[in-house]
């Protein structure tokens, strides 16, 4: 009797795993989901998305009309996420999340940013939720893309490409963001307090176009903080370099590849060697 009863409990107790594994079903998804997460100027850009496939279709023109708002992806609609203010083809977008949407179009694309993010495709698409249109010109690609595909292409630090391709067409939307005074502001806040980000200050103004002999009293400081980092001689002799001066900048690059030897740092004694044969042309 005891056996029949443990037995039973036994059935129950896998038939309720059964339904439960049942209930909590998973099949691979047709359309697989993609996040993009991409650095830009002092903030970030993420993409979520599903990614449907040509599947020997025709697409644009046929499985998705032209002239039609299209949800960009599968599934859910495209969401895109800018922490920090951009511009969209010269067009200012705030900070915030939208649904991407498009309308493709034979010569021309519109490209939608909507408040709509909770959608499901284009269905109950509004455009009285709209923040903001522009218009790109697409271009056709000699090689399929068999698998919908949005990336980030030429991203630098004040602009990036935001591409969508499939099929045959490749369509580009040009960003860009503007930093340069806010970043100058949070330097001079910075200097004013007691560890004084002198390698990164110097480093911004070299690299943007900033005052030459600021950033060389900055290497300066520098130097005597960070007294075996090679990385320090190879910037402060770039910077000289570029102020003129040949001489200093040789024996910055030569005191960087001693260090460098010293601590077996093959990258550092590479590029001070570089920055060296710079200096004799």
Do not use: C, H
Not at 33 to 41: K, R, Y
Not at 263 to 271: T, V
Request: charged share 25%; aromatic share 10%.
């Amino acid at each position: 009797m005891k056996s029949i009863k443990l037995i039973l409990v036994l059935f129950v107790l896998v038939a309720l795993g059964q339904n439960s594994q049942a209930q909590g079903l998973k099949l691979p998804q047709p359309s697989t989901t993609q996040t993009l997460t991409q650095d830009f100027g002092l903030g970030k850009i993420s993409v979520v998305y599903s990614r449907p496939n040509v599947k020997g279709r025709k697409i644009f023109g046929a499985l998705e009309p032209y002239d039609k708002v299209w949800r960009t992806g599968a599934n859910s609609a495209t969401v895109v996420k800018f922490t920090e203010a951009v511009k969209v083809e010269g067009k200012d977008l705030a900070a915030g999340e939208y649904a991407l949407f498009t309308i493709p179009g034979k010569t021309e694309w519109t490209i939608i940013f909507n408040k709509g993010t909770k959608e499901w495709g284009a269905y109950t698409y509004s455009e009285a939720n709209d923040v903001l249109r522009v218009k790109v010109k697409p271009s056709v690609l000699k090689d399929k893309v068999e698998t919908f595909t949005i990336q980030f292409a030429s991203v630098y630090d004040t602009s990036a490409q935001l591409q969508l391709a499939w099929e045959n067409t490749l369509v580009t939307v040009n960003l860009t963001t503007s930093f340069d005074d806010r970043v100058m502001a949070n330097i001079a806040e910075a200097m004013k307090g007691d560890k004084k980000p002198y390698f990164q200050s110097a480093l911004y103004y070299f690299n943007n176009g900033k005052d030459l002999k600021t950033a060389l009293a900055w290497m300066n400081e520098a130097e005597k903080e960070m007294v075996d980092a090679p990385w320090v001689k190879l910037w402060k002799g770039r910077v000289q370099l570029k102020m003129g001066d040949k001489a200093g900048a040789a024996k910055s690059a030569k005191e960087g590849i001693e260090i460098a030897t010293k601590i077996k740092n093959e990258e550092y004694i590479r590029l001070n060697t570089q920055l060296l044969e710079e200096t004799k042309k």
